[in-house]
Nanobody, 122 residues
Framework: VQLQAFGGGLEQAGGFLRLSCAAS????????MAWFRQVPGKEREFVAA????????YYADSVKGRFTISRDNAKNTVYLQMNSLKPEDTAVYYC????????????????WGQGTQVTVSS
């Protein structure tokens, strides 16, 4: 499986963006998917995860109630809908995949996309 993230950009505070992560291969439906983000000089942090069925979702406290992760297994794509954006959401966002079960730990994910920049202006 190869992952490609896109959809980032520049948005004003209070606005919204939707990130997409497209996966190649026929085993997408067996992977739990997650989004992480990283600011220069800081460690990559967990944002959201979704189980391979889509039945379980998990969020960092900092984005809970504002971001929604979802997936479409027919399209091999996972999404991150980001609403009520804040300047502190500015980061490079990465999608990641691991077999079946979600995790909030980046070390548990073996497959990563290339990252997409999100910049939120105040």
């Amino acid at each position: 499986v190869q992952l490609q993230a896109f959809g980032g950009g520049l948005e004003q505070a209070g606005g919204f963006l939707r990130l997409s992560c497209a996966a190649s291969g026929r085993t997408f439906a067996t992977y739990a998917m997650a989004w992480f983000r990283q600011v220069p000089g800081k460690e990559r942090e967990f944002v959201a995860a979704i189980s391979y069925t889509g039945g379980g979702t998990y969020y960092a406290d900092s984005v809970k109630g504002r971001f929604t992760i979802s997936r479409d297994n027919a399209k091999n794509t996972v999404y991150l809908q980001m609403n009520s954006l804040k300047p502190e959401d500015t980061a490079v966002y990465y999608c990641a995949a691991r077999g079946y079960y979600t995790s909030t730990r980046q070390d548990d994910y073996g497959l990563w996309g290339q990252g997409t920049q999100v910049t939120v202006s105040s």
